[in-house]
């Protein structure tokens, strides 16, 4: 499977998830022209960007300047973002979330791996998902999507 074919994978199955949204800037959006090209994935079940809350997962195809460890500059690398939570991240990765594993390489690909600067807030990081994570990734997906869905409904809940 292709670089291309995994991304198109994982934004179809979000889209296929009920109550997703898929936001994808890019030329002519409102959005800043750094967020064209990348895709954020909330649950929203009117439609509508939610202005309260951060999305459960991103997809980025380039460096942020915040962001530069996994090299996503070059053409056809890009990177899966997950919010999983603390004990997922902590299964997932063996250490507890803000503690960079030392020696790991953040431009590795195909690895689960915490996310370079939201590790803290129990977000992992895929870089070029492939063989070795599509299928995790898929389910984490699910996973963070679901999360997401009890969120809103607890807000809503009243």
Same mark, same amino acid.
């Given at each position: 499977?292709?670089?291309?074919?995994?991304?198109?994978?994982?934004?179809?199955?979000?889209?296929?998830?009920?109550?997703?949204?898929?936001?994808?800037?890019?030329?002519?959006?409102?959005?800043?022209?750094?967020?064209?090209?990348?895709?954020?994935?909330?649950?929203?079940?009117?439609?509508?960007?939610?202005?309260?809350?951060? %999305?459960?997962?991103?997809?980025?195809?380039?460096?942020?300047?915040? /962001?530069?460890?996994?090299?996503? /500059?070059?053409?056809?690398?890009?990177? &899966?973002?997950?919010?999983?939570?603390? /004990?997922?991240?902590?299964?997932?990765?063996?250490?507890? %979330?803000?503690? &960079?594993?030392?020696?790991?390489?953040?431009?590795?690909?195909?690895?689960?791996?915490?996310?370079?600067?939201?590790?803290?807030?129990?977000?992992?990081?895929?870089?070029? %998902?492939?063989?070795?994570?599509?299928?995790?990734?898929?389910?984490?997906?699910?996973?963070?999507?679901?999360?997401?869905?009890?969120?809103?409904?607890?807000?809503?809940?009243?």
């Amino acid at each position: 499977m292709t670089t291309n074919s995994s991304m198109a994978q994982i934004i179809d199955t979000v889209h296929a998830l009920p109550g997703s949204l898929v936001l994808a800037p890019g030329p002519g959006s409102e959005f800043p022209e750094l967020a064209w090209g990348d895709s954020f994935f909330y649950y929203a079940p009117d439609g509508q960007v939610p202005t309260n809350t951060q %999305p459960y997962a991103t997809v980025v195809t380039k460096d942020y300047p915040d /962001d530069t460890g996994s090299d996503l /500059d070059p053409a056809g690398r890009w990177r &899966l973002n997950l919010h999983v939570g603390r /004990d997922r991240f902590t299964e997932l990765t063996g250490a507890t %979330p803000g503690d &960079l594993a030392v020696g790991r390489d953040p431009s590795a690909t195909d690895v689960v791996m915490a996310h370079p600067v939201y590790s803290a807030l129990g977000w992992v990081a895929i870089v070029n %998902p492939a063989e070795g994570t599509l299928s995790l990734a898929l389910d984490l997906l699910r996973e963070a999507h679901e999360a997401a869905a009890a969120r809103y409904r607890r807000r809503h809940a009243e």
